[in-house]
């Protein structure tokens, strides 16, 4: 019963937030205020505020309260279509910041290998880049690609901003999406660091392919881990 309550309340607060019955940046009643407004002990009360806060909702300020945390942008993002995300960002009118965080072989990974359809004793490189805008990171992008077809991706690796960019300077200018994938995650404690979330704040992940539209050849697998709280998607299949 004690965490059906907690749950009562979680989900009502929650709601008031996403209803904007409180605003961005205002203070939410004190512990004892809500405790009596829910007649419950005050511990229930913080149980919720707790689990609101880990879900990326709101805020604390030691000794002086907790406020509705200030979402302050978010971003459209079309998911299915061609353009690169570094396109899309500036299509939208946003400064896309990319940091490389490093290139690097991995070890054979039958899931991988069979979306690049690569052969076992093929060398794969996986290239992982942090996206921001406005001094806030919004995105992690993973890219799996085979030296088989990237003879230089040892050295250029750990340089690439655009994936997209370098396909088209060797020579693969028609890109193309095999598929997609959505689903929902919850970060790790690495990623917790790198987009700057709280252990239960969702991300959306998007696991897809790239290939190159003339030869059907499967140039990249990747995944990409989206701050959900930082877009709103646009799946229509049109574009």
Sequence with gaps: MPADIESKILDDLMKKIIDEKFHENEKLPSENE???QYRVPRATVRKSLA???????????????RYVK???FRVELNLNG?????????QSGHQLITENLGCEQIEFDQKIYDRLSADPEDNIYKIKRLRVIKNEP?????????????PDIEQDGSSIQSI??????????????????LSVTFPTLKE?????????????MVESNCL??????VLEHTKVLYRSNKFKYNISWDN
């Design 138 to 150: 919004i995105a992690i992008h993973i890219s799996y690609l085979n030296q088989k077809l990237f």
């Design 212 to 217: 190159d539209a003339s030869s059907d050849k």
């Design 82 to 90: 061609k353009a690169s995300f570094t396109e899309k960002m500036k």
């Design 51 to 65: 689990k609101l806060e880990e879900r990326g909702f709101i805020y604390s300020q030691q000794g002086v309260g």
């Design 70 to 72: 200030n979402e302050s």
């Design 164 to 181: 997209f960019a370098y396909y088209k300077e060797r020579g693969y200018t028609e890109l193309i999406n095999g598929y997609s994938l």
């Design 192 to 204: 917790q660091q790198l987009l700057a979330c709280k252990s239960m704040e969702p991300l959306i």
């Design 34 to 36: 809500l405790a009596e």
